[in-house]
């Protein structure tokens, strides 16, 4: 049926037309799922559609939303220029998964180089909108937070944030970074260089990961007594 629907699109990509098919695609599901949203995507990208005109429907729907940008970030080849849309972009991002879901979209292995990526996060964390704040430490979330020789770099983007959104990407950051290069960020921490509402979510998520060693977690436990 899905199949059938898109084959259908590749040959009629008019504006209503691709818009009502996506419509009766999704209506397809009882409950829909994020994997039947992306194989939605997955069959667009298949078959070549052009979802451009969903984007004056994005606010109608969060699948509808997704499959757009899903389907335009793969559509494109270079690292740069999917940086370029998702800015583009950023006054469409008003809720947190809106930005989450970009490290899974964005072709990591074809950016630049970690300078590039670096460069663009000091821009997005002094953005204006909060989101694009967000996507400022999310970014790194891709893959570019593995390398130990870059965690204090990223920690020297660290500021405080008014945000609840922009707080809970940072908290999320620091403790990916605490798997990697747990040292630097138990440093971090102890410098007291942010307001605990930042520090104290960053060291609950520690607490919460299975990646961390209950050795590290409990050092940044005893660090809370710093900002009492």
Do not use: C
């Not at 109608?60 to 559509?75: C, D, N, P, Q, T």
């Not at 800015?87 to 989450?100: I, K, L, P, R, T």
């Not at 609950?204 to 209950?214: A, E, H, L, V």
Request: aromatic share 14%.
């Amino acid at each position: 049926m899905v199949s059938f629907l898109i084959l259908v699109l590749h040959f009629n990509q008019d504006l209503p037309m691709i818009y009502e098919q996506t419509k009766k695609l999704l209506s397809n599901f009882k409950k829909i799922r994020t994997a039947d949203v992306d194989n939605i995507a997955e069959q667009y990208l298949k078959g070549g559609v052009d979802v451009t005109p969903l984007y004056s429907h994005i606010k109608e729907s969060g699948s509808i939303l997704r499959i757009y940008f899903y389907v335009s970030l793969k559509s494109i080849a270079s690292f740069e220029k999917q940086i370029e849309f998702i800015e583009g972009h950023f006054q469409d991002f008003n809720d947190w998964w809106h930005v989450d879901m970009l490290p899974q979209l964005i072709r990591k292995n074809k950016a630049p180089s970690f300078d590039f990526v670096y460069d663009k996060a000091k821009e997005y964390v002094n953005h204006s909108l909060p989101f694009a704040r967000r996507w400022g430490y999310v970014i790194f979330l891709a893959g570019f937070q593995k390398d130990p020789a870059q965690t204090k770099r990223i920690l020297d983007l660290y500021h405080n944030d008014d945000e609840y959104y922009v707080q809970m990407a940072e908290a999320w950051l620091l403790a990916d970074l605490a798997i990697f290069n747990p040292e630097e960020v138990l440093k971090f921490i102890a410098k007291k260089p942010l307001n605990y509402n930042i520090i104290g979510k960053g060291i609950q998520k520690m607490s919460d990961s299975f990646r961390i060693s209950d050795e590290v977690k409990q050092k940044a436990k005893e660090l809370r007594s710093l900002y009492k």
